[in-house]
């Protein structure tokens, strides 16, 4: 028989979500295969034919969140500074709603408790998550010098740069729980903010 791919996605996200439930109720090293397959309803032969182990699982719970944060693979170079200044702070309000939300700071906290016995989770994390945002941010940011746009520096310093006004000190509030996930005009306001503050940082060839 040919198995349907609609039926097969909607298994595979189930599974992804009796994974997640799981690790954020007993941690990543207190869940076992067997955990999350009894809450997806599903066989222990079928949840290895999704996904080869625990820590693959873990790997698409990451990625599947990572993924909204990123920029779009086929957004265009910008060709003025109006169209960075505007391209950077929809990313960047995208970027602050995207990562405050509950499921994505539950990561970050699992990732901080699990440090210690499982490192992977933070690498995973990492790498799927900030280091995919980063790139991501580093590459635009390369294509606005390469027309011209901003100075000089190294991309990947810039994006951790930007990253850094963008932020400030609010991912710690929301880890610790005492700061309320920004709503859609507080973060296009800290966006606009961190989007201005940065082009002034690296003015255009005009204002050299």
Sequence with gaps: ???????ENLMQARILGAAFKAFMEAGYAGTSTLDIATRAKVSKRDLYAH???KHAM?????KSR?????LPPDLPAPRTRQMLAATLTAFATTLVRETSDQDVIATFRLA????TRSPEIAEALDTAGRGATRAALAGLLANAQ???L???GDPTEMAMQYLGLLWEGLMVGLLLGTTKRPGRAESERRATKATAAFLRLYPGPAAD
């Design 58 to 62: 873990l790997i698409a719970c990451i």
């Design 1 to 7: 028989m040919i198995a349907d791919p609609a039926a």
């Design 66 to 70: 990572a993924e909204r944060m990123r």
């Design 150 to 152: 901003i100075g000089g």
């Design 146 to 148: 390469s027309a011209g």
């Design 51 to 53: 996904f080869g182990s």
């Design 112 to 115: 901080i408790a699990e440090a």
